[in-house]
């Protein structure tokens, strides 16, 4: 079983203070082996998204969405070329400045229209488990926020 050392936090009073060898130490000490650690990502500035509209862009296979990506930064503004996007999704997005794929993503104009990130797929931020369709935009559960 794969658990997330974010889904540990919520368990574990004081999680900020502990390191995570500290817990990988415990875990160990009631029994539950852990075989391996790793970070799913080295990638950077991603966020959770959730597309609020999505309409088609004409003669094209480009949608323009209106993503809500937090309280601080409000609704932006993502053109993306994926079939699978559609209004109420939760994504992956990468913010302006995010390193992916060994290219820093910026804000840009695609189509006459501003596009503010992107939608990543999970191929698109090295986390390539093959029990997933990583090519395309990954559709995340309500737990993300």
């Given amino acids: 079983m794969l658990v997330s050392l974010n889904f540990l936090k919520e ?56 993503i809500n990506l937090d309280d601080k930064i409000g609704v932006k503004q993502i053109i993306c070329g994926a079939p699978s996007v559609k209004k109420d999704l939760k994504v992956i997005v990468a913010l302006p400045g995010a390193k992916i794929i060994g290219k820093t993503i910026q804000s840009s104009i695609i189509r006459s229209a501003e596009s503010y990130g992107m939608c990543c797929a999970l191929s698109e931020i090295c986390f390539c488990d093959k029990s997933f369709d990583d090519d395309k935009i990954y559709e995340l559960s309500d737990q993300f926020k």
């Fill in 11 to 66: 368990l574990i009073i004081g999680f900020d203070k502990i390191v995570w060898k500290q817990i990988i130490n415990q875990l160990v000490l009631y029994g539950i082996e852990v075989k391996n650690v790793y970070k799913l990502s080295n990638e950077t500035n991603l966020i959770v998204g959730q597309i609020i509209e999505c309409t088609k862009i004409p003669d094209t296979h480009l949608n323009m969405c209106q």
